[in-house]
């Protein structure tokens, strides 16, 4: 690792520390660091998961049992990351390369980490039943860990009332009486030997339960006989991650990585492991989420003290942890059993409202994190532009003309073929440099497809944070992978570009981690002249398509606040990561003839650019409807509580164009349609990565519209129609 250039003294950062996996133990540590931000390592600190979400386990049978919401057990991993100041990278990990220092991910680069904490949790252990049914069943069983691809497939429809639920030890039986209390029959099938619940008085105890709730046979029972159609539940105790066992990293039994009582990986100094996926060599200790959560304060102090080069602590964990099952309320009110080495008590109502104030208790250390701390963070992306305003001002002192299309013509090739540029970029939007890099480009090409024009290739000025060589140099890679893995798909190079260092922005702390890190790109493609799009004039009779749904920048706003749901942001991310370069071939097709891209001004602003290219009787009525079908799933709630995008008070002078006539809204009198004020601050809401709003013949639109959702752009819509004013 290369040193700091800039001496300690100015406190930045010098090393990468990853959290590799969301879990317990890293949850914690986050929510000390956001908490007391003194306790955080001076590091560059990257959380990775699978989700934007950890679930808290002790809950999740009470979600089976239908207790609980997803929302009630469910940790927001990006919001915890921000407000711990630490990068979130939402990535499956696939490998670790100890030597290499590398964490390996699915679908993207590797991540480069002088620190490494493991807290990846476990995966179910299918021995004897990994990819082939088991027995008398006719599919291979669904795995109850990692939790996550579980509940997927518990909550889609596809859950046969027919199930057998493998496994003797406590996750079994709490997920077979949660599936029993939410009305499915599921059979719970042991080891020969019955339960294994740690006493003989604990099985005996369930066991009763079980019977109590058809759940286990009674004298003189028939043996059931199992369908060749009944899925398979498997909760057959756990292992660490395969990847893991591959690393070559010291393990133990069932994978788990060995470590010392500092939770460092033994002979792997610079590796920590806590939770599931690791434990004490010469301690063993099952596997379970208390001691997750009771390494935490020893892995937020040691991580601390390790990049600090001081001595480490020791952790002596508790030999036993108290278990408390619940039974999902499958006799009316739920009931808790209490488990504590060879004491079994209950069932008891009194029991279940102990366990249910531990897990509320808990859940509820998070909930705090949502309000935001001092001042108002300025919006990022491109809610970052500076309003239409300065620019006509300045423009009109230079007496130089306000650039009409969203790209401009560089040359004209012998052929007839247009070559066009266009420049975008802005402050990161997202913590994680590669997905910025990908959003950033995604968006500073619509500005190409928006003309018509195929991107061929571009260049990059990246602003790097204050940071080490070896970090800037780790940052810069990742940013470029982003650029490079949009680019790639519509085979244009990168060419070249700049590099600068941010000079007021702070690196690190709370808040934006990525703070000083900002991408600009200049794009360079081509079109036929015959297919070049203007932004107008639009004609009496056109139809409005808008390509997909608007609403990023109160969103990415009301996150930096805490407000919005971490699933309302990953549909959002979803959507904004789709590639609209086959926009150009399918619009093409069906006759378009304006265009442009909805991004900083918001729809509005944009809409009304399309307009001062048009004549001065050219009206547009947009169908209320359709844009609140339009809005990305949280967008219109956000907005009616208040939250708005820092750009879109300077946005909110195309609403004039409403007040002039020139854009009409068309109500639908329908009960669920949105406040026409809230619908007015979606249509000025600034994006990132926003749709195309194209013009076509009314006549095609429906045409256009079915080919747009075939390939992909499933909420293509029309959102209105252009009109004359009666003069
Ligand atoms: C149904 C059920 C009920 C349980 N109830 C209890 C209980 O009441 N009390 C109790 O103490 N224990 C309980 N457990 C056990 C408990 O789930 C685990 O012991 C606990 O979750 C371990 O915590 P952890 O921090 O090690 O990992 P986890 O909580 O499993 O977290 C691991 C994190 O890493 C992420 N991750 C994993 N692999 C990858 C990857 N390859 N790439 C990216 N991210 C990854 C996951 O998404 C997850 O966020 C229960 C288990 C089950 C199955």
Not at 461 to 480: F, G, K, N
Not at 683 to 689: K, W
Request: proline fraction near 7%.
């Amino acid at each position: 690792m290369g040193v700091d250039r800039l001496g300690s003294g100015r406190g930045h950062a010098a090393e990468h520390l990853i959290l590799a996996g969301g879990g317990h133990s890293h949850a914690l540590v986050l929510r000390m660091w956001a908490m007391q931000p003194r306790r955080r390592p001076n590091a560059w600190i990257t959380l990775v998961s699978r989700c934007s979400t950890a679930l808290y386990s002790g809950m999740v049978p009470g979600l089976v049992a239908g207790l609980y919401g997803r929302e009630d057990c469910a940790i927001d991993l990006r919001l915890l990351a921000q407000r711990a100041g630490v990068n979130f990278v939402q990535a499956e990990i696939t490998g670790l390369d100890p030597s290499q220092r590398q964490l390996l991910l699915a679908g993207r680069p590797p991540l480069r980490f002088d620190w490494l904490s493991l807290d990846v949790g476990a995966e179910t252990a299918l021995s004897g039943h990994i990819g082939r049914p088991a027995a008398g069943t006719a599919a291979p069983p669904v795995a109850v860990k990692p939790l996550e691809p579980f509940l997927t497939w518990f909550e889609g429809q596809s859950v046969p009332q027919q199930l057998q639920v493998l496994g003797s030890g406590a996750a079994a039986v709490e997920v077979a009486l949660a599936l029993r209390a939410r009305g499915l029959r599921p059979q719970l099938s042991t080891k020969a030997s019955g339960l294994d619940l740690g006493s003989a008085a604990a099985n005996r105890l369930l066991q009763r339960v079980l019977q109590q709730a058809g759940l286990w046979p009674t004298a003189g029972d028939e043996p059931s006989q199992r369908s060749i159609s009944m899925a398979t539940l498997a909760c057959t105790g756990s292992r660490a991650p395969r990847w893991l066992a591959d690393s070559g990293l010291p393990a133990g039994e069932r994978g788990r990585v060995l470590t010392e009582r500092s939770l460092q990986v033994l002979d792997r100094p610079r590796l920590f492991a806590s939770g599931d996926c690791a434990v004490i060599a010469g301690a063993a200790r099952p596997p379970s989420g208390v001691w997750a959560v009771r390494a935490a304060p020893v892995l937020a102090a040691n991580l601390q003290r390790a990049i600090a080069g001081r001595p480490l602590r020791r952790w002596h964990p508790q030999r036993r942890a108290l278990q408390l099952l619940g039974d999902g309320g499958v006799s009316g009110s739920p009931r808790a059993i209490a488990l504590w080495g060879p004491l079994a008590v209950g069932p008891s109502r009194w029991l279940w409202r102990w366990k249910e104030r531990i897990d509320r208790q808990f859940m509820a250390r998070f909930a705090g994190l949502g309000a935001m701390h001092g001042e108002a963070m300025a919006c990022r992306g491109c809610a970052a532009k500076v309003s239409a305003g300065p620019l006509r001002a300045a423009l009109a002192q230079l007496q130089a003309p306000l650039q009409d299309d969203d790209a401009v013509i560089v040359a004209r090739s012998n052929d007839g073929t247009l070559l066009l540029q266009s420049v975008d970029g802005f402050p990161a939007l997202v913590s994680d440099p590669w997905l910025n890099g990908r959003l950033t480009t995604l968006h500073a090409c619509s500005d190409l497809w928006a003309c018509g024009a195929d991107v061929a290739s571009a260049q990059a000025v990246v602003t790097l944070p204050v940071l080490s060589d070896a970090l800037q140099a780790e940052l810069l890679h990742q940013s470029l992978a982003g650029v490079r893995s949009v680019l790639d798909s519509l085979g244009a190079p990168l060419l070249g570009g700049h590099t600068l260092e941010a000079r007021d922005a702070m690196a690190g702390g709370p808040g934006m981690p990525t703070a000083g890190l900002s991408l600009m790109l200049t794009v360079n493609g081509s079109a036929p002249a015959e297919r070049l799009w203007p932004k107008g004039p639009l004609q009496a009779g056109d139809a409005l398509i808008l390509s997909r749904p608007l609403g990023s920048g109160v969103l990415f706003a009301a996150a930096m606040a805490g407000a919005a749901k971490p699933q309302w942001i990953d549909q959002a991310l979803s959507v904004m990561q789709q590639s609209q370069a086959p926009l150009v071939e399918l619009l093409a097709a069906h006759g378009c003839r304006a265009c442009t891209d909805v991004t900083g001004f918001g729809l509005l602003g944009h809409l009304g650019e399309m307009l001062s290219c048009s004549p001065a009787n050219t009206a547009v009525q947009l169908d209320a409807a359709a844009l609140a079908r339009l809005a990305v799933p949280g967008a219109l709630e956000l907005l009616a509580a208040g939250h708005a995008s820092t750009l879109a008070p300077a946005n909110a002078g195309a609403l004039a164009l409403m007040e002039q006539g020139r854009v009409s809204l068309i109500h639908a009198a329908a009960p669920s349609s949105p406040e026409p004020t809230t619908l007015g601050q979606l249509l000025i809401d600034p994006q990132t990565c926003g749709p195309l709003l194209a013009a076509l013949p009314t006549e095609r639109a429906s045409a256009a519209i079915s080919t747009l959702q075939q390939h992909g752009f499933a909420q293509a819509a029309v959102i209105g129609r252009v009109h004359g004013l009666q003069s």
